[in-house]
C-alpha cells in the first residue's frame, strides 16, 4: 500500500495495518458498541479466528485510500451523530499514523443494540 524509501530502505504499509487502525479508532468512538461482519464468510472466518480487522473494508488505488466501517451503535443514541464523530476519528487516527490522507470514510450501521441497564 503506501511504500516509501529512505536512506535505510523501504517502508511498506499494509491495507490491514490501516484497517487495523481504522478497528481500534472505531471502537474508542462514543456510541459505537462493536463492529459488524461485512458479509456472510467474514461472520463465518471471524467466529474461527480472533481477526482484529474485522468490520473494516480498506482500498487503495496508489493515490488514495477509502475506508468501509461497519458498526453496531448503542440503541438511544443519535446515529448520524455517531457515525460522524466515527468518520473524523478514523480519518484523524489514520492520517495521523500514516502521514497519508484518506479520500472517503463509508460509515455502515449494521445495527443497533440494548445494553442491559442492571
Known sequence: MGEETT???SIH???EAVA????HATLQSYGVVGLA???LA??????????PTRGV????DGEKIDIDIFI???????????????????????EKALGLRVNSIDVHVAGL???NDD
Do not use: C, D, Q, W
Open 42 to 51: 467474514e461472520g463465518l472466518a471471524h467466529t474461527i479466528t480472533r481477526e
Open 37 to 39: 461482519p461485512k458479509n
Open 57 to 60: 473494508s480498506v482500498r487503495y
Open 7 to 9: 536512506s535505510l530502505g
Open 72 to 94: 453496531i451503535v448503542e440503541y438511544g443514541t443519535r446515529i448520524a451523530s455517531v457515525a460522524t464523530s466515527v468518520a473524523n476519528t478514523v480519518r484523524f487516527n489514520v
Open 20 to 23: 487495523t487502525i481504522a478497528y
Open 13 to 15: 504499509i499494509s491495507p
Open 113 to 115: 443494540r440494548v445494553s
